[in-house]
Every structure is written in structure tokens, then in C-alpha cells.
């Protein structure tokens, strides 16, 4: 049983910053890939960062110079440091952590809104 807990959503304004956490718990593979999605209105759900238990990661590109992914292994968590926010990064933002059976699980979700 993994259980995936977000925080750090909020409302902030363009140029901002917010710093999402996601506390994973439960029977988890040390090998791993924990990442961020995202899904605003209208839109598909869509990659926005991931990183390995290496440390290695990806970013999507509309993200890239701006997002930061890191993840302490000791505590099981993930962060998402976002700086210069745009309108356009408002969405649900969701945990996803992904373990090589394969299986996934998921946050429920962390609403992030930029707006002047």
C-alpha cells in the first residue's frame, strides 16, 4: 500500500514562486521515478518533471530554466521548486510516483493558480 501526499499549492502572483512537497509512504521499491504532472482545464494531464532515485532528471520543455525537481530518499519525498510563474502554469498539480513492476501511484492533487 503507497500512499502520496502534496502540499504547497496555492495562489500566487506572475513572476512568483511556490515550492511544492510530496510525502510518499508505504511499501516502496528503493528503485524508483517520482515525478510532476499537472492538468489545467481543457488540457490533458502532462508530464512536468521527474526524477530517479539516481537523482537523474526530466523536465518538459515549457518548464525548463524555471522548475526545479529534487527528492530526499531518506524521507521518500519529491519538491518542485517553481520560480518565475506564468498564468499559464495554473493547474492541478499531482504526485506521481512510478516503481518498476511497473506500477503507478498518484497524488490527489494540489491546485496551483498564478494570476495578477
Known amino acids: 500500500q503507497v500512499q502520496l501526499v502534496e502540499s504547497g499549492g496555492g495562489l500566487v502572483q506572475p513572476g512568483g514562486s511556490l515550492r511544492l512537497s510530496c510525502a510518499a509512504s508505504?511499501?516502496?521499491?528503493?528503485?524508483?521515478?517520482m515525478g510532476w504532472y499537472r492538468q489545467a482545464p481543457g488540457k490533458q494531464r502532462e508530464l512536468v518533471a521527474r526524477?530517479?532515485?539516481?537523482?537523474?532528471?526530466n523536465y518538459a520543455d515549457s518548464v525548463k530554466g524555471r522548475f526545479t525537481i529534487s527528492r530526499d530518499n531518506a524521507k521518500n519525498t519529491v519538491y518542485l521548486q517553481m520560480n518565475s510563474l506564468k498564468p499559464e502554469d495554473t493547474a492541478v498539480y499531482y504526485c506521481?510516483?512510478?516503481?518498476?513492476?511497473?506500477?503507478?501511484?498518484w497524488g490527489q492533487g494540489t491546485q496551483v493558480t498564478v494570476s495578477s
Open positions: 526524477i530517479t532515485s539516481a537523482g537523474s532528471t
Open positions: 506521481n510516483l512510478h516503481v518498476f513492476a511497473p506500477s503507478d501511484y
Open positions: 508505504g511499501n516502496i521499491f528503493s528503485i524508483n521515478i
